[in-house]
């Protein structure tokens, strides 16, 4: 039971960290319709950022913060690739994501080497039902609850929020309010990248991070958006913790080998389920 | 830009192709402040294009359309934010000036004011075509575009739909440019008339004259019809 | 095609045969083994092209199927001791199989739903093929898979690449001649409007979805056939001769030649294979850094991905005929640019 439940606590920390970064792709699909498969690639360069940060002397919360704005920065950057230029077509645009998120191997090499890396999160452990666990665990989950609610404020409450989910609920009648959707394109790819860094520095300490640590991270995230159509966060959240947890339950019983798989074999799941109850032409069409 | 002379829209020898095709092939028409002027013709004539390009939304592939104002668009279908609240479609109208307070629509739509938190999705046709008139209001223009009013609406609401956009006409000088394909409404509504066929512009003229002309009887109206009352005064020096 | 342009392009595909044809004959061992290579990612990206040019998918995974192709020929002519050129059909028609049954559900997802499925599937293969340790010899790989022989005939010696050089070449060949007579066949026509516009070929009577699955499958079936001989030629595959950069590859491979262009797949097969060599040999100059050749590699990928997209999405092959005044079929990434535009 004692295991279970160390099973648990960590498969919902590192879910934590997956609902972040598919937070993330659908902050972008939904105002460009582009799956942005550099999304892992913030989330690496968060983690790596923080790193070398901490390793200058910045002192914790400030190097976190940082690399934070710098993956935010990235994003605005890949968001500017990939559609910058008017009327690309969202395929194109995966292409060009792709090509991004290879690019950065190159870039995270030279800084980084090849080797992964990882820093000290949160000291400590504290003891919750029973269950002894890191401080860390704790950090990454309040942080996540408090991002979520920040993100439901600001789609919510404020104007830029509005003028978001308009582009994604109506793209041309948002262009006929005047509202610039390429611009707005570029804000979401800003959050995305936000979002991406932020998952980042909050699962290094859990898991090293590496240059390529990207695709296992985007596939994770990708997988958890999918749960909610790469439309809505609150079921991404959900997938994510529910992906989290599988994967620490069958590392935990079975090889640790399979955890990947997991991911993958219920991606792939969803996507086909969600295919079969919609018909084929609406989706082209769309 | 606001510039105190010449036409509001002037648009003159447009053409505008999508791809390969040509959808307006030297269109010609103009609006003047404080006009009510409508266009009429049948589906797939370049109505929306011609809208959508004053509007500024596609590329101008010859010859020039000038806008001298603020232009608002009623869309065709509507296109409301369907998932977001009425309260929000109508602040969102007002994304390109600042003042985002839509009292003033509820006070012109009293009905919408007791729905502000409903989802515009769930509204019925009458009351959508309120919300989307009442967002395209809420940028101030100086020139209202409205793309098919009457399409899917019970012809009462219709009617009085049409009767606020005479009277916002009148008392604010708001210029209204009304693309229908019901031409008995827009020749009734509006003093002058355009008529467009695949792209080209085939008649014009004040709206009583067109109405007798045995082509657009014909063509558009079931019969004849009784003019617009403001049709023999010369308002914006016809065309 | 103006008649000019059909000619030309005539005499450009007969230079380009003939040439291809003697240059064996002017290359060492070891020049003819990246001779193998580009016929081999030419056979790949035929497909490839075929099926994200004109059937409008995007695949991440043609490496998964190459690997399947790979390791059945090997198996069976290892461990069942099948006749390789037997192997070689076996394989490609299994190949194809798994095509059709992974493809059934999958082909009904979008583009990018599609992009990561077929990355997902790519991932889960080698998993596969790494765990069945007792049957693929796992991460270790599967040494001693015997080589190419025609009954008495085997491909021994000093003249064994050569021969599969020209082995290449013919498949190659075949491989992009069955593309061309696809391609303006009426089910090929049909697949132009597929890419123009799904909805629309839909409404012409295009059996879509059985289009999609058919040039999926043979996507498939082209790389299922060049890894069968890849296998052969190397003797020895692993999971890690099947990594996911080497789909990535092949995806680049076919956008920089042309998405749909006929030609395409062995330029851009040829312009890239060469550029991986080329950098292997900048790289790993005395004086360079440990890392160098990677950071070249993936430096190179990403820049060439996003520049041809931003700046010559049709591909090579296409931007030149448009030069010379040839109308082309329209790929469907351009389609859907001029929809979006």
């Given at each position: 039971?004692?295991?279970?439940?160390?099973y648990?606590?960590?498969?919902?920390?590192?879910?934590?960290?997956?609902?972040?970064?598919?937070?993330?792709?659908?902050?972008?699909?939904?105002?460009?319709?582009?799956?942005?498969f550099?999304?892992?690639?913030?989330?690496?360069?968060?983690?790596?950022?923080?790193y070398?940060?901490?390793?200058?002397?910045?002192?914790?919360?400030?190097?976190?913060?940082v690399?934070?704005?710098?993956?935010?920065?990235?994003?605005?950057?890949?968001?500017?690739?990939?559609?910058?230029?008017?009327?690309?077509?969202?395929?194109?645009?995966?292409?060009?994501?792709?090509?991004?998120?290879?690019?950065?191997?190159?870039?995270?090499?030279?800084?980084?080497?090849?080797?992964?890396?990882?820093?000290?999160?949160?000291?400590?452990?504290?003891?919750?039902?029973?269950?002894?666990?890191p401080?860390?665990?704790?950090?990454?989950?309040?942080?996540?609850?408090?991002?979520?609610?920040?993100?439901?404020?600001?789609?919510?409450?404020?104007?830029?929020?509005?003028?978001?989910?308009?582009?994604?609920?109506?793209?041309?009648?948002?262009?006929?309010?005047?509202?610039d959707?390429?611009?707005?394109?570029?804000?979401?790819?800003?959050?995305?990248?936000?979002?991406?860094?932020l998952?980042?520095?909050?699962?290094?300490?859990?898991?090293?991070?590496?240059?390529?640590?990207?695709?296992?991270?985007a596939?994770?995230g990708?997988?958890?958006?999918?749960?909610?159509?790469?439309?809505?966060?609150?079921?991404?959240?959900?997938?994510?913790?529910?992906?989290?947890?599988?994967?620490?339950?069958?590392?935990?019983?079975?090889?640790?080998?399979?955890?990947?798989?997991?991911?993958?074999?219920?991606?792939?799941?969803?996507?086909?389920?969600?295919?079969?109850?919609?018909?084929?032409?609406?989706?082209?069409?769309? | 830009?606001?510039?105190?002379?010449?036409?509001?829209l002037?648009?003159?020898?447009?053409?505008?192709?999508?791809?390969?095709?040509?959808?307006?092939?030297?269109?010609?028409?103009?609006?003047?402040?404080?006009?009510?002027?409508?266009?009429?013709?049948?589906n797939?004539?370049?109505?929306?294009?011609?809208?959508?390009?004053?509007?500024?939304?596609?590329?101008?592939?010859?010859?020039?359309?000038?806008?001298?104002?603020?232009?608002?668009?009623?869309?065709?279908?509507?296109?409301?934010?369907?998932?977001?609240?009425?309260?929000?479609?109508?602040?969102?109208?007002?994304?390109?000036?600042?003042?985002?307070?839509?009292?003033?629509?509820?006070?012109?739509?009293?009905?919408?004011?007791?729905?502000?938190?409903?989802?515009?999705?769930?509204?019925?046709?009458?009351?959508?075509?309120?919300?989307?008139?009442?967002?395209?209001?809420?940028?101030?223009?100086?020139?209202?575009?409205?793309?098919?009013?009457?399409?899917?609406?019970?012809?009462?609401?219709?009617?009085s739909?049409?009767?606020?956009?005479?009277?916002?006409?009148?008392?604010?000088?708001?210029?209204?440019?009304?693309?229908?394909q019901?031409?008995?409404?827009?020749?009734?509504?509006?003093?002058?008339?355009?008529?467009?066929?695949?792209?080209?512009?085939v008649?014009?003229?004040?709206?009583?004259?067109?109405?007798?002309?045995?082509?657009?009887?014909?063509a558009?109206?079931?019969?004849?019809?009784?003019?617009?009352?403001?049709?023999?005064?010369?308002?914006?020096?016809?065309? | 095609?103006?008649?000019?342009?059909?000619?030309?392009?005539?005499?450009?595909?007969?230079?380009?045969?003939?040439?291809?044809?003697?240059?064996?004959?002017?290359?060492?061992?070891?020049?003819?083994?990246?001779?193998?290579?580009?016929?081999?990612?030419?056979?790949?990206?035929?497909?490839?092209?075929?099926?994200?040019?004109?059937?409008?998918?995007?695949?991440?995974?043609?490496?998964?199927?190459y690997?399947?192709g790979?390791?059945?020929?090997?198996?069976?002519?290892?461990?069942?001791?099948?006749?390789?050129?037997?192997?070689?059909?076996?394989?490609?028609?299994?190949?194809?199989?798994?095509?059709?049954v992974?493809?059934?559900?999958?082909?009904?997802?979008?583009?990018?739903?599609?992009?990561?499925?077929?990355?997902?599937?790519?991932?889960?293969?080698?998993?596969?093929?790494?765990?069945?340790?007792?049957?693929?010899?796992?991460?270790?790989?599967?040494?001693?898979?015997?080589?190419?022989?025609?009954?008495p005939?085997?491909?021994?010696?000093?003249?064994?690449?050569?021969?599969?050089?020209?082995?290449?070449?013919?498949?190659?060949?075949?491989?992009?001649?069955?593309?061309?007579?696809?391609?303006?066949?009426?089910?090929?026509?049909?697949?132009?409007?597929?890419?123009?516009?799904?909805?629309?070929?839909?409404?012409?009577?295009?059996?879509?979805g059985?289009?999609?699955?058919?040039?999926?499958?043979?996507?498939?079936?082209?790389?299922?056939?060049?890894?069968?001989?890849?296998?052969?030629?190397?003797?020895?595959?692993?999971?890690?001769?099947?990594?996911?950069?080497?789909?990535?590859?092949?995806?680049?491979?076919?956008?920089?030649?042309?998405?749909?262009?006929?030609?395409?797949?062995?330029?851009?097969?040829?312009?890239?294979?060469?550029?991986?060599?080329?950098?292997?040999?900048?790289?790993?100059?005395?004086?360079?850094?440990?890392?160098?050749?990677?950071?070249?590699?993936?430096?190179?990928?990403?820049?060439v991905?996003?520049?041809?997209?931003?700046?010559?999405?049709?591909?090579?092959?296409?931007?030149?005929?448009?030069?010379?005044?040839?109308?082309?079929?329209?790929?469907a990434?351009?389609?859907?640019?001029?929809?979006?535009?």
């Amino acid at each position: 039971m004692q295991l279970l439940l160390q099973y648990l606590s960590s498969g919902i920390a590192t879910g934590c960290t997956f609902a972040l970064v598919a937070t993330g792709f659908v902050a972008i699909y939904r105002v460009t319709r582009v799956v942005n498969f550099a999304q892992g690639a913030f989330a690496v360069i968060g983690g790596m950022a923080a790193y070398a940060l901490l390793g200058r002397g910045l002192p914790h919360g400030a190097a976190e913060l940082v690399a934070v704005g710098l993956a935010a920065t990235a994003g605005l950057l890949v968001g500017l690739v990939a559609i910058g230029r008017r009327g690309s077509p969202p395929l194109a645009s995966l292409i060009i994501t792709l090509g991004i998120g290879i690019g950065s191997y190159a870039v995270l090499i030279l800084i980084f080497g090849d080797q992964p890396v990882s820093y000290d999160g949160l000291p400590g452990s504290a003891a919750i039902g029973g269950v002894t666990m890191p401080l860390q665990f704790l950090l990454v989950v309040a942080v996540t609850a408090a991002t979520f609610a920040l993100l439901a404020a600001f789609f919510n409450r404020t104007y830029l929020g509005r003028a978001l989910t308009a582009c994604s609920s109506n793209p041309h009648a948002a262009r006929l309010v005047g509202i610039d959707t390429t611009r707005m394109g570029l804000v979401s790819f800003a959050l995305g990248g936000a979002l991406g860094g932020l998952a980042g520095v909050l699962l290094t300490p859990l898991q090293p991070v590496s240059f390529n640590s990207d695709v296992g991270i985007a596939i994770n995230g990708f997988a958890a958006a999918v749960f909610g159509g790469i439309l809505r966060p609150v079921t991404a959240l959900v997938g994510a913790l529910v992906l989290g947890v599988a994967e620490a339950l069958v590392a935990g019983y079975s090889k640790a080998s399979y955890e990947s798989g997991v991911a993958l074999v219920l991606m792939l799941a969803l996507m086909v389920w969600q295919a079969s109850r919609r018909a084929p032409v609406e989706e082209a069409a769309a | 830009m606001r510039d105190g002379t010449g036409p509001l829209l002037d648009v003159g020898d447009l053409v505008v192709r999508y791809g390969q095709a040509t959808a307006l092939d030297g269109v010609s028409l103009r609006v003047d402040r404080g006009e009510m002027v409508a266009l009429v013709g049948p589906n797939g004539a370049g109505k929306t294009t011609l809208l959508n390009t004053v509007c500024g939304l596609l590329p101008v592939a010859g010859g020039d359309c000038a806008v001298r104002g603020r232009v608002a668009q009623v869309p065709e279908g509507r296109q409301l934010f369907a998932d977001m609240t009425v309260d929000d479609n109508l602040r969102l109208g007002a994304w390109t000036v600042r003042d985002r307070d839509p009292s003033r629509i509820y006070d012109l739509f009293p009905q919408l004011a007791t729905m502000r938190r409903r989802q515009a999705g769930t509204l019925s046709g009458g009351e959508q075509q309120m919300v989307a008139v009442g967002r395209a209001l809420m940028a101030r223009p100086d020139l209202l575009a409205v793309d098919e009013l009457s399409l899917g609406l019970a012809p009462m609401i219709v009617d009085s739909l049409a009767e606020h956009l005479r009277r916002l006409n009148e008392e604010s000088g708001m210029a209204v440019l009304l693309v229908e394909q019901n031409a008995r409404l827009a020749l009734e509504l509006c003093p002058r008339a355009y008529v467009l066929e695949t792209g080209r512009i085939v008649a014009s003229g004040p709206s009583g004259e067109l109405s007798r002309s045995a082509a657009v009887q014909a063509a558009y109206l079931g019969g004849a019809i009784t003019p617009s009352p403001s049709e023999g005064e010369g308002r914006g020096g016809g065309f | 095609m103006t008649v000019r342009g059909r000619r030309l392009g005539v005499w450009i595909g007969a230079a380009v045969a003939v040439g291809t044809l003697l240059l064996p004959i002017a290359l060492n061992d070891s020049q003819l083994t990246v001779y193998v290579f580009i016929g081999l990612a030419t056979m790949v990206v035929a497909g490839l092209s075929l099926l994200m040019g004109f059937a409008g998918q995007v695949s991440l995974g043609q490496g998964a199927f190459y690997a399947i192709g790979a390791y059945t020929a090997a198996l069976l002519a290892k461990l069942l001791g099948v006749p390789p050129v037997l192997a070689l059909a076996l394989a490609t028609a299994a190949t194809a199989a798994v095509a059709v049954v992974v493809g059934l559900p999958l082909l009904r997802l979008r583009g990018h739903y599609l992009a990561f499925a077929t990355l997902a599937f790519q991932l889960i293969v080698l998993s596969v093929i790494g765990e069945a340790r007792d049957l693929t010899g796992g991460d270790i790989g599967l040494p001693g898979v015997p080589t190419l022989s025609i009954g008495p005939l085997a491909l021994e010696g000093q003249y064994r690449t050569f021969i599969f050089a020209y082995i290449v070449w013919a498949l190659a060949a075949l491989a992009l001649l069955l593309n061309r007579n696809l391609v303006r066949s009426r089910p090929g026509r049909a697949l132009r409007a597929l890419a123009t516009s799904e909805p629309g070929a839909l409404a012409a009577g295009v059996a879509v979805g059985r289009f999609k699955l058919q040039v999926f499958a043979l996507s498939a079936a082209y790389a299922g056939l060049a890894g069968g001989v890849y296998a052969f030629f190397l003797s020895y595959i692993a999971p890690g001769s099947f990594p996911v950069l080497l789909s990535i590859q092949f995806l680049i491979m076919a956008t920089v030649g042309g998405l749909g262009s006929i030609s395409g797949a062995l330029v851009g097969a040829t312009v890239i294979t060469l550029m991986v060599q080329l950098l292997a040999a900048v790289g790993t100059l005395p004086g360079m850094p440990l890392h160098a050749p990677a950071v070249f590699s993936y430096a190179v990928y990403g820049l060439v991905l996003v520049l041809i997209l931003l700046l010559l999405p049709q591909g090579l092959v296409p931007a030149v005929q448009a030069r010379l005044g040839a109308r082309r079929a329209v790929s469907a990434v351009e389609a859907s640019a001029g929809e979006a535009a």
